[in-house]
């Protein structure tokens, strides 16, 4: 059997077609988050592996089974970011930006072994921002009021809720994890492999369990809400009030708990019911990180990433409306090769006068009935006409497709002319 020729499984093309509503929504996250003073910042897609097991937590899906690493011909290991954040304090950190800048946004493709399915992919897009140093609950309600600000601008506000919780210090999360530890034990047989691993390593993680059974078990699990300390506590009403007054509704899941080691304090998760089991299209939270070996180099910030998929997805649920960019403003047909070099000039002309217009030169061999079939079904707004008769006699024949309706104009006028058709 003839094998075909297929992209990698999780990985997929981003067609045209669907990248005018893409191109479309990316424009608005890079205005809002441009005006709220983030600046753009890029980053590599491969870094040390290192990094992001010392960050994002060993005991994670991403560390002990997502990453795509290899070495390279010199024996470094390294990997495929499966996130943003640790290649960003890496860079902040690397270029001594904290002090100059404290927020920043950055946008591309992320890499992580899952089972593909809707929503889930192993090569996807994210929207991230992080901000760097900046401790007051303010901030944290700033970022819910950016993303909201997003959700409203796109349409898709009622589609979208967001869910909030407190994971405390590490302080807070060392008492908790003693008493999740001792009431999980009571039922460590019903546990499956993965939570009985994790029961003595990372025992939270548990807590984000999709199995059914463990769900049902941890209903009657303590909660890390109650083993908060004060600070914490007060820090999360704090955000809580403000969220109120400024009219954000949230829903305090005490269960979420986030993927990666590396946060602490506030986490959230914006979340649609619209999309099936893979529902969080935007998440984020507080963290500490400690880079270097010593644990010297301390960064705090708060960030937050888009799944730029899952948004596409519950945009094109909610049929938004958006400007489609498609289609030609001028088709430029030339009849006999002799002309060819009039369209060429005329097409060139137009682009320096007039950059913004969509010029298509049709250097087909198909009949003059095709080319003008190509423009009309494109669609085209005004075709321009070169064949030998017009060249004779100085002209262009301009039809207007929109209108029906056609022109002919002397050559040395078509350029202020073309003006009027727009
Ligand atoms: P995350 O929750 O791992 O957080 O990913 C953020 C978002 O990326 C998810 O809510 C989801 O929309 C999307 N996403 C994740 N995995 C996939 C996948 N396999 N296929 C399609 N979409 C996916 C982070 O990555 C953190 N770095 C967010 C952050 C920034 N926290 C602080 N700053």
Request: charged share 25%; net charge positive; proline share 2%.
């Amino acid at each position: 059997m003839q094998k075909t020729i297929k992209s990698v499984r999780g990985m997929h093309d981003y067609l045209p077609e669907e990248l005018q509503l893409w191109n479309y929504i990316e424009n608005i996250i890079k205005e809002i988050l441009n005006s709220y003073c983030y600046l753009e910042i890029r980053l590599p897609i491969v870094e040390k592996t290192e990094i992001f097991q010392r960050a994002i937590g060993n005991i994670t899906d991403i560390i002990e089974k997502e990453m795509y690493s290899f070495q390279d011909r010199k024996g470094n290991n390294i990997t495929l970011r499966p996130e943003g954040t640790v290649g960003c304090v890496r860079a902040i950190i690397q270029n001594n930006l904290a002090h100059k800048n404290n927020k920043f946004w950055y946008f591309g493709p992320m890499f992580r072994y899952e089972r593909p399915q809707k929503g889930r992919y192993r090569q996807f897009y994210q929207f991230g921002a992080e901000v760097f140093g900046l401790d007051y609950s303010e901030i944290d309600l700033e970022i819910m009021i950016l993303t909201s600000r997003i959700w409203k601008v796109l349409g898709i506000d009622k589609d979208i809720k967001l869910e909030i919780n407190s994971i405390g210090s590490q302080n807070d999360r060392i008492k908790y994890k003693k008493e999740l530890i001792f009431f999980l034990k009571q039922y460590e047989s019903l546990l499956d492999d993965d939570s009985k691993r994790r029961l003595y390593t990372n025992p939270l993680r548990i807590l984000d369990s999709k199995n059914e059974d463990i769900k049902k078990i941890l209903k009657k699990a303590p909660l890390l809400y109650n083993y908060l300390d004060k600070k914490s506590k007060n820090y999360f009403k704090t955000l809580c009030t403000m969220l109120n007054d400024c009219g954000i509704q949230y829903y305090h899941n005490k269960f979420l708990i986030r993927g990666l080691d590396y946060y602490n304090s506030t986490v959230f998760e914006w979340r649609s019911n619209q999309l099936g089991a893979q529902d969080a299209i935007c998440a984020g939270g507080r963290y500490n990180f400690f880079l270097d070996n010593k644990g010297i180099k301390k960064i705090s910030g708060i960030g937050f990433a888009i799944g730029m998929e899952r948004l596409i997805l519950l945009a094109q649920n909610s049929n938004i409306f958006f400007p489609d960019q498609r289609g030609i403003d001028i088709y430029i047909i030339f009849i006999g090769d002799s002309n060819k070099r009039y369209a060429i000039a005329l097409s060139e002309e137009i682009h320096d006068v007039y950059p913004k217009l969509k010029v298509f030169t049709d250097f087909s061999n198909c009949t003059l009935a095709k080319k003008i079939t190509h423009a009309v079904n494109f669609p085209s707004h005004i075709a321009i006409l070169i064949g030998d008769d017009e060249v004779k006699r100085g002209l262009f024949l301009v039809k207007d497709l929109k209108y029906n309706k056609q022109y002919y104009i002397f050559k040395n006028e078509i350029l202020i002319k073309i003006n009027s058709f727009f």
